[in-house]
């Protein structure tokens, strides 16, 4: 009988320990969307974040892009919490409380680390081709489920290339900003337009939106490339009643705009 009874303990303590270990091995699994099929990318940090950054992956094929996420480019590691499809499957590469690798260096409002205050997604496009409906219809319910689930302000869905201008240009100029607006989410202007009241300055409600100043052509041809579907460098005819559009949109938000950046000297 005692040989059947240490038998018994020893299966029970090793049964124990299996589910200890079971349990461990859960825990460390982090958590990710179920809307999306997990490729896990080792190049990320811990972080918060506060708005959605839209890039474009400017490659030919999503096989190539979860490979250079999960990996590095010619710059160096590379990732991004999604990627979406040119058919609209999304990929999870980077769990949403972590930092990923996407942003770079730039500003947009008074937050500069944006790596630690975004979430990056990617979607496949070689940066010269209309962004496909199917990959739209996708962006919108994983913008949907983001928003909601870490309290994301929905207007603060912005491009690299609004928080990058004198380095980034995606997502390109075919970016259906509008669609994306109309399903409520990112800033557009609505119509019918008004006429800015005198003394309205252009400049100031750029910055309000987020812009960087620094450098003021980047920051034109990005706004222009977002709200205008070009990259023209200096100010046109009907930006200043745009302007004027957003600015009251972002003043009538219960939280409030972004903080602006302290506005250098423009040359």
């Not at 409380?97 to 996407?102: L, N």
């Not at 259906?176 to 990112?186: D, F, K, N, S, V």
């Not at 490339?225 to 070009?230: E, P």
Request: hydrophobic share 40%; proline share 9%; aromatic share 8%.
């Amino acid at each position: 009988m005692p040989p059947v009874t240490s038998a018994l303990h020893r299966s029970l303590r090793a049964a124990a320990l299996s589910s200890i270990l079971f349990a461990a091995g859960c825990a460390s699994v982090p958590p990710h969307n179920p809307l999306a099929q997990w490729h896990p990318s080792p190049n990320y940090n811990q972080r918060r974040a506060q708005l959605i950054v839209l890039h474009h992956t400017q490659q030919d094929s999503v096989e190539r892009s979860l490979q250079t996420l999960r990996t590095r480019n010619s710059q160096g590691q590379v990732s991004a919490h999604y990627l979406i499809g040119d058919d609209g499957r999304i990929f999870q590469l980077v769990a949403d409380d972590q930092r990923a690798w996407h942003a770079g260096a730039g500003r947009w409002g008074d937050i500069s680390d944006l790596n630690s205050a975004s979430i990056g997604i990617e979607l496949d496009n070689d940066g010269t081709e209309p962004f496909s409906d199917a990959q739209i219809d996708s962006l919108i319910r994983l913008l949907a489920d983001l928003t909601k689930r870490l309290s994301i302000p929905p207007y603060l869905v912005v491009a690299h290339g609004d928080i990058a201008p004198t380095r980034k240009t995606d997502p390109s100029v075919l970016f259906p900003w509008q669609r994306l607006a109309q399903a409520g989410y990112g800033l557009w202007p609505r119509a019918p337009l008004s006429a800015p009241p005198p003394g309205f300055d252009a400049w100031a409600a750029l910055r309000l939106i987020g812009y960087d100043l620094r450098e003021p052509g980047a920051a034109l041809a990005s706004f222009h490339r977002h709200f205008r579907g070009n990259e023209a460098r200096e100010w046109q005819a009907g930006d200043a009643e745009i302007l004027y559009d957003l600015q009251r949109q972002l003043v009538a938000l219960p939280d409030g705009a972004p903080t602006p950046l302290p506005a250098p000297p423009l040359r």
